[in-house]
């Protein structure tokens, strides 16, 4: 008999965290940071969960004794096998015993660790550090797990292939138990540059006969069709257009959209200019894949630096490593027509000392704001621009799939059940899929699903 439990990504989006149990062994597929959840309670920076027991007692974590870092008893948990770098499908697992096994692709690891690297240390535990002595370091067991090739997890074993998402070392996973087998698709999408890698994973889920699919529905109620290719020429005809300084804003793990604004910077002769942490991820990533990323050492790429007193380790390697591609507040000023600028709401102080001049524009290549802080937020980026006087233009492609390619996915893979998660709308989910011959289990927090 086997047992699978959602601890998250229950009619909410994102949090992902599955119990997989088949006799003795037991796996989670992805342990992630429920964003949701944990801002009934907290205001990052200056209210946040400085301990693992301020997760604990407000139920943020799933309530499972021994299985985190400092806990007394015991509890067997033979890995947790990420679906891809996305805090809210693997940051939770940092609560986790150090001694339980944390699987992802090579890619992800890479990405989990350089994001690491470039950040602080966090009081709940770190996948990896960087110090001047110690270099860089990474959690013990941060193992890979190479596409198509079956691992042991326990006594079920495991199989990933590469899916398409909005951030590069996406996989979908196949759990083969005791009880027939498993797929799992992660957060995938049917519209990226990486299109054919999402239908080669429905294939080879087809190909496993599962007995149930536990499928994202992100946007099964709210839709928009739009590729990244469309992306691509939106944003060189935008680029065309602006007569001053073109600044853009995205999600910085999204690797694959910043190879997107370079080749639309190239095709408009303008060189694109990225901030530190950018820079250092970037290069992290080519080191291990060159195709998911883009090449520092590229010609047309520069960097810029936010002003500041102190650096940090990250920031430091990479002024070293390119003291030649800096540009200055003053390079910017004077060459805007060629330059296109990486920014965020955060850098705004930094962009009007630049002083963008008539014609320049700001390009949003993130999600519209879908709830109130990102509306907030959303708000103080449109007063700065107004403020600067440049216009801001949306140009987005989202990560995820549409309700037409999931209901053609779930008809291709021909599950017994399926089990819709990272959805706010699963009984939507459910009467989409009505005429399909399949059942659909909505999972209900913490009560296990038995098969
Ligand atoms: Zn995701």
Redesign the pocket.
Known sequence: MVHITFYGGVAEI?GNKILVEDGRSRAFLDFGKSFGQEKLYFEEPFLSAREIEHLKVLRLIPHIEGIYEGDKEDYRLDGVLVS?P?M??YDAARTLKKEYPIYSSEIARMVILAREWASSFNCLGNFGQLNKILGRTSRENMLTLSHGREAKIGDMSASVFPVD???PG?VGTIVETSSGNIAYT??IRFHGGAAEDTERFVEEAARHDPEILITEGTHIDDFKVESEEEVRAKIADTLSRSSGLAVAGFSFGDTRRLRTFLSAAKENGRKLVIPLKQAFITRELHSVDPKSSIDIEDPDIGLFAREKKRLYEFEKCVLEDYPGKMLSKEDIREDQRSLLLLASLYDMNDIAKIGPGVGSIYIHSSSEPFEEEMEISYQKLHNWLDYLGMPLVQIHAS?HANPFELKEMIRQISPKKVIPIHTKSPDLFRRLVSDLDVEVILPVKGSPIEF
């Open positions: 994102g891809h996305h809210d499908h998402h909005s951030i996406a992660g957060d990560g």
